[in-house]
């Protein structure tokens, strides 16, 4: 298995951009709203973080954490969101080790439970992630899986 970096937005600052641009065009929320989230993460304005996945200088894979993740049920917060692996990178335990990672400092920043959005079933199980109840996304007509971590 390949020995992959994997680092908080704040142990490499200057990937800011280089991050936001990446999960842009992974999901297509404006690069803004990533700044945003970012830069408030980066001035300690919330222990909220972006935690990023390098193959050499190569973003392949993250996620971040935020208050919540386009859904209805306000009080279950915070959210992983924009959780991406490239394809061809995916099935190498990238994304489980991410999860490990944000769990692991959440914790650590006495922030627990947390919560996280999909329409995956099996594959946050094996992480340690309960299913906990169906939420309505903003604009979606079906409702989605959320599940948490304690």
């Not at 390098?54 to 915070?78: A, Q, T, W, Y």
């Not at 924009?82 to 006495?110: P, Q, S």
């Not at 169906?134 to 989605?144: H, I, K, L, S, Y």
Request: with cysteine.
């Amino acid at each position: 298995m390949k020995d992959y970096k994997y680092i908080t937005l704040r142990e490499q600052p200057e990937l800011k951009d280089k991050a936001a641009s990446w999960f842009h065009n992974k999901w297509g929320v404006p690069v803004e709203a990533y700044l945003e989230c970012m830069n408030d993460y980066l001035d300690k304005k919330t222990e909220y973080g972006w935690y990023i996945c390098l193959d050499g200088d190569k973003i392949i894979g993250g996620m971040g954490v935020i208050e919540n993740d386009f859904h209805d049920r306000k009080d279950l917060s915070p959210n992983v969101c924009a959780i991406y692996t490239e394809e061809e990178y995916r099935c190498n335990g990238i994304a489980g080790k991410l999860l490990d990672m944000v769990v692991y400092d959440m914790r650590n920043k006495g922030i627990s439970p947390i919560y996280l959005v999909t329409d995956h079933t099996g594959f946050y199980e094996r992480y340690g992630w309960e299913f906990l109840c169906m939420v309505q996304g903003d604009g979606e007509e079906e409702m989605t899986r959320m599940y948490i971590h304690k």
